[in-house]
């Protein structure tokens, strides 16, 4: 059985392309692969952040993953910054990381070019990614197009530290996504649905009630002339509702198309879709959100469960390099 893990930052509310693109695919890969899920709390460090902000995004990230589907009877599931080993491998990998790799991100150039006081963490953010990877020997990183440079870094910090210490870690390799289509705003729809744009009136996320939903799908952003039809290029609003509708129910857009003869019944037909997704997650978070302690209890399990298999990861990395044992 392969090894695969996923991380989700707590550093904005958790929206509906999160949950199509990233929650649902792991969601269902922990029930046919060794699954570790975590939440990235000391990614979320890397740029200026409110210190009650990141506990309560925390908390509630970790509660949302567990109402949309995450079972921790069938994978490994806890908070980075609970897991010790993941700041010591991080340190550890530094050290066979040059400041070139690291700097040469895109991420970290885009991210530090809106920056006034950047932050020394967010140069080697990737390191850490490398080192949520390496630490849990995974197979394979279902990555994205923005995560993509990172994973081949963590390749080739591998692939260093094997050649020169000896064989120490699992090479990862990276896999597609499942998820294809690219959910974009509602009142934008040149530009990506995000979790940080808190204000935008655009995004879906996870935690909306059902009448803010339907509102901001009935604003939704259309295009000139009346004909429905699947065409992003021409009429990018309607696409994106349609990949929307077609994300949830798992259908082609293009056939989708065939069933609307207006934009208000498009609109209407994925309203009710988006809130019929999103409902049973919704109930179930309130009900754990009404048990921090049985969620907080779920975490210290799993973070046990990931320290004991990093530790042995660590042992092996600490001796490769001329470290004594503890």
Partial sequence: ?????????PTGRLQLGNYLGAIAPAVQAQYRTDMSIFIADLHAMTVDHDPAQLASKTREVATLLLAAGVDP????????????????????????TSYGEAHRMIQFKEKAATQQQVRLSLLTYPVMMA???LLHDIDEVPVGEDQAQHLEL????????????GQTFVVPKPVLPAFAARLMDLSDPSAKMGKTN???TGVLFLL???????RKIMRATTDAGREVRYDPVAQPGVAN?????????????QVLAGLFSSYAELKEAVADVVIATLRPIQQRYAELAADPAGVAA????GAQRARNRGSDTVRRARAALGLLPV
């Fill in 1 to 9: 059985m392969s090894r695969q893990i996923s991380g989700f930052k």
């Fill in 73 to 96: 009877k069938h994978c490994t599931f806890f908070i980075q910054s609970q897991v010790p080993e993941h700041a010591e491998l991080h340190y550890l990998l530094e050290c066979a």
């Fill in 131 to 133: 080192a949520d990877i």
């Fill in 154 to 165: 963590a390749r080739d910090v591998a692939i260093r530290f094997n050649s020169r210490y």
């Fill in 198 to 200: 808190v204000s935008s």
């Fill in 208 to 214: 909306d009630p059902p009448e803010v939903l339907r």
């Fill in 241 to 253: 509702l349609l990949n929307l509708m077609a994300s949830c129910v798992n259908d082609s857009p």
């Fill in 298 to 301: 779920v975490l210290a399990e």
